[in-house]
């Protein structure tokens, strides 16, 4: 395997892949047996990425040493290739796919490689061959070919056989034969010392034309010499005939034949690479009173005569011409005669073309036949000509050029393909160098029609591809079936290796149509004008109406020729205007779109796209003034300045959906919503039903402003396990109602107020990470309770929520807790009093609530807690030091007293007897407070719950001081600053911010 891939390598400029090898001892014996899968040679360089050749089956016989000794070369005996590809092209800069042999220094290689082959053979092989350069394109189809020869002496034999059964040619846009079938037996004697290709007996057939080849071939090393003479021997009229594209049919033998026929060619001389000289060719064909009628046709084609005489003879075939000086034939006595002489080709060709005559299409179908065509009814009559230099089509020298004549057509009923009609009653083409008009009252392609007149100006411009030509016309249709034209018109086989361009003439069109039939739209009243120019920029601005409403759209495109012949990327700007639109009309029952697959944005477009919405409506949403700008690009669609109404508020929005990964397409955007209505939210917004639960039992408006990213499903909407997404949550105001948590909470409580909550001005920060909905720390202010809330919720709603509660004693006294915790603090307070301490321990309980399980069924957990993050016995030691701070207020204010009475005659004394005073004061408040304290602690210990005594939150010690605080009221100001900078930070398109 290495060996064979090895050595490969070292000899072609490719790339060599293949999907698997194996090696048999077996099959062949002596020799080995190679069989390679999936065989490919890729290009490189000009070439790269594109299929030189593939098989599917490689079989190979060699010999031990090639397969274990790779150093003595590779020696193969025979090679089949099953179900092969070949894909030979030559570029515009003449430039070949398939010279890849990389340069050998013969005088130092000694190895055998492909010296012993005896067989090959190709089996439903497939053989394209593209030049761009010359407009040529050649292909064989379900080719089997093979040959035998003994490939290791110098001078052999080689006999090989061809058949096809699909062989088309196509030259400078003409298909000059289609589906032709070919056989042949050649036998060459091959010369490998002088490198000369001898033909012996050979026989090539094409349809029914039989031709031989005599002579030979020599190469060089930068020349082939040719001398081959080509003979057509014993063919009738019937034979030449058969090659013109379905003129061959499976009962061709059966044909009445007469006439006399001739044809002979010969190819001698020198094809020089370097200097770039070809060799002198001519062909010669003449049919002289020829007579055909095939056995299943009523009419016969009589008096056919033709002369073709195909020639160079220069070396650099200055003077290539083609003189097809007659052309006649007549059918059911309406003749057709034409002429075509071309001289000089390949530099200021002169040509002189005559085409006359009348055709009744009807009888021409029972005279020749017409596979693709079903002819009811037609009369076509035309007499043109065309005389000119090519110097002259291109300097638009008119005076100098003879282009006049007129086509007619009348009564034209017929049928193409499948079911692809045509009908007009009348049509006609009239013909000058300066414009051809062609113009017709009613034309019917199927269920379409179409009036007007087309002016192609500059006509001849077009035929050199100086692309100066211009088309103008105004066309009317009365009903237009875009759905039917498609069929017609694009196919689903799309030949890959087809590179012949589309050249776009200049054009400025009008057009209208009544009645549009497109899938399921509803399309009339259609406007619109398109312009094209050489700048490359396409034009257009149209009007109509879907489902009733009106639609206005104008386009500046450019790129336009590239991105049609060479893929490169559209450009350009897209307006689009729209009173009012019910998506919901295109999209399946169950809500989602046709297709199973999200939309993926071209690779190949780079647009701007300005959409202006009065009324859309999309599932239950009806958004009002939606405007903004989409960007697409690289498969990724951006959407910037987004804003529009709903639910009497109002969304802006921007962010960007990325399809470059086409199996999950992603999403990264930012919200800023106004006055929104909770109910209309909740019942129409997936998401929003995840985000925010509780938004089913609030009624009232909110505002929010949120960041999300992550991927999509195939419905286009949010995979909510995996979404990532932050921002805030403001209630302007809103009443809650019915939400099973509270009616838990108050029924725990008995507090019936809690059923029905009032929020205003309440703003929520939160996370989503993977699923899960993260609320920050809020406090709520209802009713003189205070409610710190904090936790999160899954997609499942699965909940876990905590309540850091403070309520004043008198709600709570109806309830069991509140009992409990009234007569605990109760005999708190009597006891300090009984000591001479006066302590009040407020008017409120602090109480901390966790809610768990589900929203539908919450399971509620309550654990009363201290005041002011304090132990019961902190707050007793401070009202004895609070009352010992007022005793000493008191003393001091009477010596002050004093002292201004006495004034400095007793106020040493006053001082004197103060100190003693105060001391003794100090030393009998300081035994009395720690008898009061012993007593407390024991009193505590019995009547009031250890879970009292304990250290506690106290969220209104830990209010935020800035801007965000004071809304939020809870949490820690990291978190929020956090949740603030990815906000202000979210930059998808990665712009530079501005100071």
């Known amino acids: 395997m290495k060996a064979i891939k ?29 069989s390679i899968k999936d065989f490919e040679i890729i290009g ?101 070919h093979t040959g035998k020869g003994n490939f290791k002496d110098v001078v052999f034999d080689l006999q090989t056989e061809t058949t096809s059964d699909d062989l088309d040619l196509t030259y400078e846009g003409i298909r000059y034969l289609k589906n032709a079938k070919i056989t042949g037996e050649v036998d060459l004697a091959i010369d490998l010392n002088n490198d000369t290709y001898k033909f012996k007996q050979n026989n090539l057939k094409i349809n029914d034309l039989d031709l031989s080849f005599l002579g030979k071939i020599q190469l060089f090393a930068e020349a082939i010499d040719f001398d081959l003479k080509i003979n057509a021997p014993n063919n009738e009229v019937s034979s030449i005939l058969s090659i ?46 020829g007579y055909l009628q095939y056995p299943n046709l009523a009419l016969p084609i009589e008096d056919i005569n033709t002369d073709l005489v195909i020639k160079a003879q220069d070396s650099n075939w200055n003077d290539l011409s083609v003189n097809f000086s007659n052309f006649t034939f007549l059918i059911n006595n309406k003749r057709v005669d034409g002429q075509l002489m071309a001289s000089n080709i390949l530099n200021n060709s002169k040509l002189n073309g005559k085409l006359k005559g009348e055709l009744d299409l009807k009888e021409f179908s029972n005279a020749f036949p017409l596979p693709d065509f079903d002819i009811n009814s037609g009369n076509v009559k035309f007499d043109a000509e065309l005389v000119s230099k090519l110097s002259d089509i291109q300097n638009r020298n008119y005076s100098n050029i003879s ?69 103008t016309g105004n066309v009317k249709s009365n009903k237009l079936n875009i759905d039917q034209l498609q069929k017609t018109f694009i196919t689903e086989e799309v030949d890959t290796l087809d590179y012949s361009k589309t050249s776009i003439p200049n054009m400025d069109i009008n057009y209208s149509a009544d009645d549009i039939k497109y899938e399921d739209y509803n399309i009339k009243n259609l406007n619109a004008t398109i312009s094209y120019n050489q700048d490359n920029e396409l034009n257009g601005d149209g009007a109509f109406y879907l489902d009733g409403s009106k639609m206005n759209l104008r386009a500046q495109l450019n790129n336009v020729d590239q991105f049609i012949n060479d893929d490169d990327a559209l450009k350009g700007k897209m307006f689009v205007e729209i009173d009012n639109i019910d998506s919901n009309k295109y999209l399946t029952e169950s809500g989602e779109a046709e297709s199973e697959t999200v939309y993926q944005v071209p690779a190949n477009y780079n647009l701007e796209i300005y959409p202006t919405i009065k009324k859309l409506i999309y599932d239950n949403y009806i958004f009002n003034d939606l405007t903004g700008k989409i960007k697409i690009d690289n498969g990724i669609a951006q959407l910037e300045n987004g804003q529009t109404k709903l639910f009497n508020g109002k969304i802006k929005f921007e962010g960007k959906y990325d399809t470059q990964q086409t199996s999950e397409p992603t999403v990264d955007f930012k919200y800023n919503m106004d006055d929104l209505e909770f109910q209309k939210m909740f019942q129409n917004s997936k998401s929003f039903k995840f985000l925010a639960p509780i ?109 850091n509660a403070k309520i004043p004693r008198d709600k709570l006294k109806k309830a069991n807790l509140g009992s409990v915790l009234e007569s605990g603090m109760s005999s708190l307070e009597e006891a300090a009093k009984s000591r001479g301490v006066n302590i009040n321990l407020g008017e409120n309980i602090f109480l901390d609530i966790y809610i768990t399980n589900t929203i539908k069924s919450p399971k509620i957990k309550i654990i009363p807690v201290g005041s002011g993050g304090k132990t019961l016995q902190e707050v007793v030691k401070d009202k004895v030091k609070e009352e010992i701070s007022v005793l000493k207020d008191t003393v001091s204010q009477e010596l002050e007293k004093k002292t201004k009475e006495i004034k400095d005659s007793v106020s040493k004394v006053v001082k004197k007897e103060l100190d003693t005073i105060k001391t003794k004061v100090e030393d009998k408040v300081k035994k009395e407070a720690d008898i009061i304290t012993d007593k407390l602690k024991d009193k505590i210990g019995e009547k009031v719950d250890s879970s009292v005594i304990g250290t506690v939150k106290d969220s209104l010690e830990s209010k935020i001081g800035d801007k965000v605080g004071d809304l939020l009221k809870g949490g820690t100001k990291e978190d929020i600053d956090s949740l603030k900078e990815v906000l202000n930070d979210w930059n998808p398109f990665k712009k530079k911010k501005k100071n």
């Open 6 to 34: 090895d050595t490969i390598n070292e000899n072609i400029e490719a790339e060599v892949d293949f999907a698997d090898i194996d090696i048999s001892f077996f099959k062949s014996l002596p020799k080995i047996n190679i």
């Open 44 to 144: 490189i360089q000009d070439f790269k990425g594109k299929t030189l050749m593939s098989s599917q089956i490689t079989d190979i016989k060699t010999d031990f040493n090639s397969v274990f000794k790779s150093g003595q070369g590779l020696t193969l005996y025979s090679i089949e290739l099953s179900n092969p590809i070949f894909n030979l092209i030559v570029n515009e800069d003449e430039v070949t796919n398939y010279n890849i042999t990389k340069e050998q220094d013969v005088a130092s290689s000694d190895s055998q490689i492909f010296g012993s082959i005896e067989h090959y053979a190709l089996n439903n092989a497939t053989l394209n061959y593209v030049n761009k350069a010359n407009n040529l394109n050649f292909s064989l189809n379900h080719l089997e």
């Open 244 to 289: 013109i594209p379905n003129a061959y049919t499976s009962n061709y033998s059966n044909v009445t034949s007469k006439g006399t026929s001739n044809l002979n060619g010969s190819v001698v001389g020198q094809y020089n690479y370097e200097n770039s000289t070809l060799p002198n060719i001519k062909l010669n064909l003449n049919l002289t009173d």
């Open 403 to 471: 282009f006049k004549g007129q086509l007619e057509g009348k009564n034209l009923d017929l049928i193409y393909g499948q079911d692809k009609a045509f009908k007009s009653d009348k049509l006609i083409a009239a013909f000058s160098p300066q414009t051809i008009d062609v113009s017709t009252s009613r034309a019917e392609l199927g269920e379409s029609d179409f009036s007007g007149k087309i002016q192609i100006n500059d006509p001849l411009s077009y035929i050199t591809n100086h692309n100066q030509t211009n088309i």
């Open 695 to 803: 938004a089913e039992y609030i009624e009232g408006i909110f505002n929010s402003t949120l960041v999300i990213s992550g991927p999509l499903n195939k419905d286009m909407s949010f995979d909510l396990s995996r979404i990532n997404a932050s921002g805030y949550f403001e209630t302007v105001k809103g009443k809650v109602s019915g939400f099973e948590p509270l009616k838990k909470l108050s029924d725990v409580l008995k507090i019936d107020a809690l059923n029905n909550w009032d929020i205003k001005d309440s703003r929520n920060w939160f996370e989503i990470n993977n699923g899960i909905v993260n609320i920050k720390p809020h406090e709520y202010t209802f009713e003189d309770m205070t409610f710190n809330v904090s936790g999160n919720h899954s997609i499942t709603q699965n909940i876990n929520y905590t309540i």
